[in-house]
């Protein structure tokens, strides 16, 4: 067990070093509220849909920050690995007030995905890689230009049995770091980083939930803003089959 701990601070504490290298900027605090399902239906031994449904609010559920829709195929060739390819589509709410225009965001996406287990902790890595086309929206109309990007995204994640119970809570501690290149990304290729510590809790054999705090650190595209979101996590995951058979146990991690 100390081990495991020692190998979480050597991985997280570089991420906190970033953040607080950029605590001369200009930081914009925020209070979020971030509501998703993420549903894996396998229908075959080694073939799975996926599909998730995301709203994120800002100041705490008054206001809208977007909303978004994935879905996918993947590939399971065992219990630990998973291949996952497919296309997503976002509808992000304006940052000017006085506007009321969503603009639109087309994504296509690839991502593998490994689950270990070292004594009591569950190990999740995640390595996503996204096509991204953004809606320019000008005057609070949409422009007809579009900015691409590509981002790269890595998510650990552990997850411990701190109880002996297994109906219990386990609890959940992530990080994930986003980079993002395109002729557009000059003084960003940091796009953002989201730490998260929660609980995890089984409520049957298809579904389950984590609840928590994540902190969102985003850089603006001028390079000298930031956004620090303190958001309320609640996501819930349905693991399910159409198969005669019982579906096999791969995590799922959804996030936008």
Same mark, same amino acid.
């Given at each position: ?31 979020? !509220?971030?509501?998703? *399902? ?5 229908? !075959? ?38 291949? !996952? ?15 009321? !225009? ?96 929660? *609980? ?31 958001? *309320? ?24």
């Amino acid at each position: 067990m100390k081990n495991n701990l020692i190998w979480i601070l050597i991985f997280f504490l570089p991420l906190r070093l970033l953040a607080q290298s950029t605590q001369e900027k200009e930081i914009n605090q925020q209070l979020q !509220t971030w509501v998703s *399902i993420n549903s894996v239906t396998k229908f !075959t031994d080694h073939w799975a849909v996926i599909g998730d449904f995301h709203i994120r609010r800002n100041d705490f559920v008054a206001d809208p920050s977007f909303y978004f829709i994935r879905g996918g195929f993947s590939y399971i060739p065992n219990s630990t690995i998973s291949l !996952t390819a497919g296309y997503a589509h976002m509808w992000l709410a304006p940052s000017n007030p006085d506007w009321s !225009t969503f603009a639109g965001e087309n994504r296509i996406y690839q991502q593998a995905q490994l689950n270990t287990k070292v004594g009591n902790v569950s190990i999740l890595q995640r390595l996503r890689n996204e096509q991204r086309w953004q809606e320019k929206i000008v005057d609070d109309k949409p422009s007809g230009d579009w900015r691409f990007t590509n981002r790269i995204r890595y998510l650990m994640s552990f997850t411990f049995s701190v109880f002996n119970n297994k109906s219990w809570p386990k609890m959940v501690l992530s990080d994930e770091i986003l980079l993002h290149f395109g002729e557009e990304v000059v003084y960003n290729t940091f796009d953002q980083n989201r730490f998260f510590i929660g *609980i995890k809790k089984t409520i049957n054999p298809k579904w389950s939930y984590d609840f928590g705090y994540m902190n969102v650190y985003q850089q603006k595209y001028s390079g000298y803003q930031y956004d620090m979101n303190h958001t *309320i996590r609640l996501f819930f995951y349905l693991n399910t089959s159409i198969r005669k058979k019982t579906p096999s146990a791969i995590e799922n991690s959804g996030d936008e």
